[in-house]
């Protein structure tokens, strides 16, 4: 079970916006720790997507887009294309367990 | 561009070591934090450790007793050594360059294509 816990599924049509969440505790977002997160395409290896919550890498649409609250992250996508269908997965650090951490990832179904 | 590779075994037996290296190309090895991540088949993303170019590391905890990551800045390469090897630790493994730009807390900003280890006798 992950520190940081993701819903396993979500879905929404093309066009639509869709967000996934990213659900920590103290001692891990709640702490302070940034948030990036990643895509995943069918099986490929897992592509930078945000950085430090909000941040864009060069080269990613700015169709995503993130954010941080308190102990949690979410990741929003929006005008949902049908190459955006992937697992999505969050990451921070987490100070009890002493490493770096992901989410169990969110597995996004374009209609 | 940069670009990483796995490279070793698909194949291990039970109790025996795993050993894989990562070879870096169209950069530089120094000057940044090196990592390895897995993935079970059909499951999440793990954190195994990293390594500065200067040869410090850090562990994940639960694979501490049995993990060893090293740097050869000569080739341009890291490795990875896991010992005492079980089902459990079937997985695609994953090199990936923690990047510079991430203020506090290190991301991955480049990965390799992942190479399939199965364990079983």
């Known amino acids: 079970q992950s520190v940081l816990t993701q819903p396993p599924s979500v879905s929404g049509a093309p066009g639509q916006r869709v967000t996934i969440s990213c659900t920590g505790s103290?001692?891990?977002?709640?702490?302070?720790?940034?948030v990036h997160w990643y895509q995943q395409l069918p099986g490929t290896a897992p592509k930078f997507l945000i950085y430090?919550?909000?941040n864009r890498p060069s080269g990613v649409p700015d169709r995503f887009s993130g954010s941080k609250s308190g102990t949690s992250a979410s990741l929003a996508i929006t005008g949902l294309q049908a190459e955006d269908e992937a697992d999505y997965y969050c990451?921070?650090?987490?100070?009890?367990?002493?490493?770096?951490?992901f989410g169990g990832g969110t597995k996004l179904t374009v209609l | 561009q940069v670009q990483l590779q796995e490279s070793g075994p698909g194949l291990v037996k039970p109790s025996e070591t795993l050993s894989l290296t990562c070879t870096v190309s169209?950069?530089?090895?120094?000057?940044?934090?090196w990592s390895w991540i897995r993935q079970p088949p059909g499951k999440g993303l793990e954190w195994i450790g990293n390594?500065?170019?200067?040869?410090?590391?850090n562990y994940n905890p639960s694979l501490k007793s049995r993990l060893t990551i090293s740097v050869d800045t000569s080739k341009n390469q890291f490795s990875l050594k896991l010992g005492s090897m079980t089902a459990a630790d079937t997985a695609v493994y994953y090199c990936?360059?923690?990047?510079?730009?991430?203020?506090?807390?290190?991301?991955?900003?480049?990965w390799g294509q992942g190479t399939l280890v199965t364990v079983s006798s």
């Open positions: 103290s001692s891990n977002i709640g702490a302070g720790y940034d």
């Open positions: 390594i500065y170019f200067s040869g410090s590391t």
């Open positions: 430090d919550n909000t």
């Open positions: 990451q921070s650090y987490d100070s009890s367990l002493g490493g770096w951490v």
């Open positions: 990936a360059r923690e990047g510079p730009n991430c203020r506090g807390t290190s991301c991955y900003d480049y």
């Open positions: 169209g950069g530089s090895i120094s000057s940044y934090y």
